[in-house]
């Protein structure tokens, strides 16, 4: 049982240079997260997915694109990298709702974009 | 909105206490607490649903008041693996605080 697992767990980027992060959870979660973490400003959400085939917006959508073809994946994708999407990601997933579920991470993504 | 935390970072010695608290203008439906160690992931604590609740885990626990705006993690009797960085999060847009940096030291 890996839990939540992301790839690759690091990667350096050129502007503008596309890259997909993928996220792959074994738990039958129906929800999953993709959050950027940034010195002092804690985690802030990106988008999310309340299950297979749906995506919504999180509080820092701009520059990123997500997919859920699959139950078990949640893909983050920049089409265009930029400096300030510099960052750690975090890929999680939830049972139920986070009013009502802990979320459960992965190891995260340390993305440079130079 | 953001919850705010307070404070932004602590120093304990083994074996002293430190509260963390967080704060939301508005009132929640829940708050979660996690823990994360450097370079790891965030590590899910506990979670509190009810307007007065406490709850522990060993010498971690934590409060949400009874209007459920602020909520606090209580760190009893800290231990040299209580160190990292705490975060509350809340339903609302799912967010987090911008954390409390605990520092443990012998």
């Known amino acids: 049982n890996a839990g939540v697992t992301q790839t690759p767990k690091f990667r350096v980027l050129k502007t503008g240079q596309s890259m997909t992060l993928l996220c792959a959870q074994d738990?039958?979660?129906?929800?999953m997260y993709w959050y950027r973490q940034d010195p002092g400003m804690g985690l802030r959400l990106i988008h999310y997915s309340v299950g297979e085939g749906t995506t919504a917006k999180g509080e820092v959508p701009d520059g990123y694109n997500v997919s859920r073809l699959k139950k078990q994946n949640f893909l983050l994708g920049l089409e265009s990298a930029a400096p300030s999407q510099t960052s750690v990601y975090f890929c999680?997933?939830?049972?139920?709702?986070?009013?009502?579920?802990?979320?459960?991470f992965g190891n995260g993504t340390r993305l440079t974009v130079t | 909105q953001q919850p705010v935390q307070s404070p932004q970072a602590v120093i304990l010695r083994e074996g002293e206490d430190a509260v963390i608290n967080c704060s939301s203008s508005?009132?929640?439906?829940?708050v979660h607490w996690y823990r994360q160690k450097h370079g790891e992931a965030p590590v899910f604590l506990m979670i509190?649903?009810?307007?007065?609740e406490q709850k522990g885990h060993e010498k971690i626990s934590a409060s949400f008041n009874e209007k459920k705006q602020q909520s606090s993690l209580y760190l009893t009797a800290s231990q040299l693996s209580y160190s990292g960085t705490y975060f509350c999060?809340?339903?609302?847009?799912?967010?987090f605080g911008a954390g409390t940096t605990v520092t443990v030291r012998a």
């Open positions: 509190l649903l009810k307007g007065g």
């Open positions: 508005k009132a929640l439906y829940s």
């Open positions: 999060g809340t339903e609302y847009k799912l967010s």
């Open positions: 738990m039958n979660h129906e929800y």
């Open positions: 999680a997933s939830s049972y139920v709702g986070a009013s009502n579920s802990p979320l459960h």
